[in-house]
């Protein structure tokens, strides 16, 4: 009885202490992922807010719309990822500025291709070198801050733009 009732605790509690471990071994590239899916997570929750008549909104005539944005975001996820995870990148597809359908599903499968780069790092692979922009040389660490950077500026400017139009952006809402 014992005996099952050990194998039970440590089946229980194994998981655990693997992704305690993991977490541990590794604390820079798990912070990097955590920080990728939360302001992941608040432009997918924003770009889904504004709706499909806003998606050509932009407050001075230099600003990105909003459907430029979500398109821009996009591509350099799919550039950059392809960098942080040594990956072919998609193939850029182009989509209406205007066609919210399918720009926000172009950045969730940004996204997701995002998370299977981030997924292979570790804090050792964070200083290795990749080619950066302009083929210039760079490190996987640098090139996952241009992401998860270019998310939150994203984020910050849709917003500004949420609450022009009278929304909420997604951080400011009651949670559920």
Same mark, same amino acid.
């Given at each position: 009885?014992?005996?099952?009732?050990?194998?039970?605790?440590?089946?229980?509690?194994?998981?655990?202490?693997?992704?305690?471990?993991?977490? #541990?071994?590794?604390?820079?590239?798990?912070?990097?992922?955590?920080?990728?899916?939360? /302001?992941?997570?608040?432009?997918?929750?924003?770009?889904? %807010?504004?709706?499909?008549?806003? /998606?050509? /909104?932009?407050?001075?005539? %230099?600003?990105?719309?909003?459907?430029?944005?979500?398109?821009?975001?996009?591509?350099?996820?799919?550039?950059?990822?392809?960098r942080v995870g040594s990956l072919t990148p998609p193939p850029q &597809?182009?989509?209406?500025?205007?066609? =919210?359908?399918?720009? &926000?599903?172009?950045?969730? #499968?940004?996204?997701?291709?995002?998370?299977?780069?981030?997924?292979?790092? #570790?804090?050792? =692979?964070?200083? %290795?070198? &990749?080619?950066?922009?302009?083929?210039?040389?760079? #490190?996987?660490?640098?090139?996952?801050? %241009?992401?998860?950077n270019d998310l939150v500026d994203h984020y910050a400017t849709l917003? &500004?733009?949420?609450?022009?139009?009278?929304?909420?952006?997604?951080?400011?809402?009651?949670?559920?």
């Amino acid at each position: 009885m014992w005996r099952l009732a050990w194998i039970a605790i440590i089946a229980l509690a194994a998981p655990f202490a693997a992704r305690a471990q993991s977490s #541990t071994s590794n604390p820079l590239s798990s912070q990097l992922r955590q920080v990728f899916d939360s /302001y992941a997570n608040n432009l997918v929750a924003a770009a889904e %807010e504004f709706p499909a008549d806003k /998606y050509t /909104y932009h407050p001075t005539p %230099e600003g990105m719309t909003v459907g430029h944005t979500m398109a821009h975001v996009t591509q350099a996820n799919n550039f950059v990822c392809a960098r942080v995870g040594s990956l072919t990148p998609p193939p850029q &597809v182009k989509v209406a500025d205007t066609d =919210k359908d399918k720009l &926000v599903e172009g950045l969730k #499968t940004s996204i997701t291709f995002c998370r299977q780069a981030f997924s292979t790092l #570790t804090d050792a =692979k964070l200083v %290795e070198p &990749v080619p950066g922009f302009g083929g210039r040389p760079s #490190t996987r660490f640098a090139m996952a801050m %241009e992401v998860t950077n270019d998310l939150v500026d994203h984020y910050a400017t849709l917003s &500004v733009y949420l609450r022009l139009n009278g929304l909420l952006p997604p951080t400011a809402q009651k949670r559920k």
